[in-house]
Nanobody, 117 residues
């Protein structure tokens, strides 16, 4: 079982920046993959960025060059630095953890990001 708590969402103007954080209830190095997904109103939840326990990262094409996922082992935290935000980045952002051994995913409750034009 993994509990995830997100923070850092809010309202920002286009071109601005926000940093999201996700604190996990266990060592992030025991979690095979962590990441961020987002769900805009009326749309499906989609991948934004992921990072594996080995440090490999992956990004959606729409955020490459603007968003950066990182981790802090000491704080059991995975963060998403979002720069050059656009109105289309507006969504609820969810932290995700995947445990390969149990083939199970865990989700945080989400944090709202709103980008005004």
């Amino acid at each position: 079982q993994v509990q995830l708590v997100e923070s850092g969402g809010g309202l920002v103007q286009a071109g601005g920046s926000l940093r999201l954080s996700c604190v996990a209830s266990k060592s992030i190095f025991s979690i095979n993959r962590m990441g961020w997904y987002r769900q805009a109103l009326g749309k499906e939840r989609v991948l934004v960025a992921t990072i594996t326990s080995g440090g490999l990262t992956d990004y959606a094409d729409s955020v490459k060059g603007r968003f950066t996922i990182s981790r802090d082992r000491a704080k059991n935290t995975v963060s998403l630095q979002m720069n050059s935000l656009k109105p289309e980045d507006t969504a609820v952002y969810y932290c995700n953890a995947f445990l390969e051994y149990y083939n199970t995913q865990y989700w945080g409750e989400g944090t709202q990001v709103t980008v005004s034009s």
